[in-house]
T-cell receptor, first 114, second 114 residues
Framework: DSGVTQTPKHLITATGQRVTLRCSPR?????VYWYQQSLDQGLQFLIQ???????AKGNILERFSAQQFPDLHSELNLSSLELGDSALYFC?????????????FGPGTRLTVL | DQQVKQNSPSLSVQEGRISILNCDYT??????FLWYKKYPAEGPTFLIS?????DKNEDGRFTVFLNKSAKHLSLHIVPSQPGDSAVYFC?????????????FGQGTELSVKP
């Protein structure tokens, strides 16, 4: 158990809908990261927050947005969902959000868009 | 542009023997490298890391070697056990790429046979 929690574990929805994925970091960690794992793309970095502020951005679609709240939990919002958004979404956390931090991953949310 | 590559999608090893998983990278700005292990339906689990100022790091049965001139790292597992069967990902980060963003390889599926 990494100490990172993600809810829900599974999510099934229809095209065009909007969903919110939630992540709670390990106790004491200030930085949260979101990654997407799809069959053909591997693990792809989406976005990083540190203490409520956006720190780094990857190839995150404009239909996707995220935020980190004062209690340090984070939410990833996916809207106007398409079939290709079906993937595993992982949240990770680290203490400082630096490039030499070790990131600890949650169990993931499996999103299926029908 | 695949900056981190794991060219072997799979590897099969006999129990008790050495497993060697390889990873190549192209970006000379990477300064921190990590190996993660992943079971199906779970998040990646951190195994071991190495900073670019070192060429070797050991933790129990796991050793990571870094050859900066060749832009190559490898993970050695000795002795291999059936419980080591999983997908192994190498990942890299760089301070100027942006925050703590990790770039992952495509993974190598290790199968350790009794």
């Amino acid at each position: 158990d990494s100490g990172v929690t993600q809810t829900p574990k599974h999510l099934i929805t229809a095209t065009g809908q909007r969903v919110t994925l939630r992540c709670s970091p390990r106790s004491g960690d200030l930085s949260v990261y979101w990654y997407q794992q799809s069959l053909d793309q591997g693990l792809q970095f989406l976005i990083q927050y540190y203490n409520g502020e956006e720190r780094a951005k990857g190839n995150i679609l404009e239909r996707f947005s995220a935020q980190q709240f004062p209690d340090l939990h984070s939410e990833l919002n996916l809207s106007s969902l398409e079939l290709g958004d079906s993937a595993l979404y992982f949240c990770a956390s680290s203490f400082r959000g630096a490039s030499t931090d070790t990131q600890y991953f949650g169990p993931g949310t499996r999103l299926t868009v029908l | 542009d695949q900056q981190v590559k794991q060219n072997s999608p799979s590897l099969s090893v006999q129990e008790g023997r050495i497993s060697i998983l390889n990873c190549d990278y192209t970006n000379s700005m990477f300064d921190y490298f990590l190996w993660y292990k992943k079971y199906p339906a779970e998040g990646p689990t951190f195994l071991i890391s190495i900073s670019s100022i070192k060429d070797k790091n050991e933790d129990g049965r796991f050793t990571v070697f870094l050859n900066k001139s060749a832009k190559h790292l490898s993970l050695h597992i000795v002795p291999s056990q059936p419980g080591d069967s999983a997908v192994y990902f190498c990942a890299a980060s760089a301070p100027r790429v942006g925050g703590g963003k990790l770039i992952f390889g495509q993974g190598t599926e290790l199968s350790v046979k009794p």
